[in-house]
């Protein structure tokens, strides 16, 4: 079995930086991850992804050069560097995996994902 667990999140000032890390145990290969966010009352909206390799990447256009998705190996753990904080960043991250999945291509959609995180709070006062 499988599990994803995030961590990271916090409190942090408006224009401030959070690192958040998605850490995935169990037996696989490798494994593909997309960090999504959701607010009370809101749909859970994409933010980042990356492919298993690591040599493909997306962001949703709110946050496009704010935040960076990386990873250091196929097993090891993904990263969001969350740079420029604004309160509407402020949300629970969750991160999702798609194990043993060989494409080039970041999902989107919740759907392309299999197990999901408990989720991590991340709030910008302003």
């Known amino acids: 079995q499988v599990q994803l667990v995030e961590s990271g999140g916090g409190l942090v000032q408006a224009g401030g930086s959070l690192r958040l890390s998605c850490v995935a145990s169990?037996?696989?290969?490798?494994?593909?991850v997309g960090w999504f966010r959701q607010t009370p009352g809101k749909e859970r909206e994409f933010v980042a992804g990356?492919?298993?390799?690591?040599?493909?990447?997306d962001y949703a256009h709110s946050v496009k050069d704010r935040f960076t998705i990386s990873r250091d190996n196929t097993k090891g753990p993904v990263y969001l560097q969350m740079n420029s904080l604004k309160p509407e960043d402020t949300a629970i991250y969750y991160c999702a995996g798609r194990f043993n999945f060989y494409s080039e291509s970041v999902g989107q959609a919740q759907t392309n994902y299999v197990h999901w995180g408990q989720g991590t709070q991340v709030s910008v006062s302003s």
């Open positions: 990356i492919n298993w390799s690591g040599g493909t990447t």
């Open positions: 169990g037996r696989f290969d490798v494994f593909a």
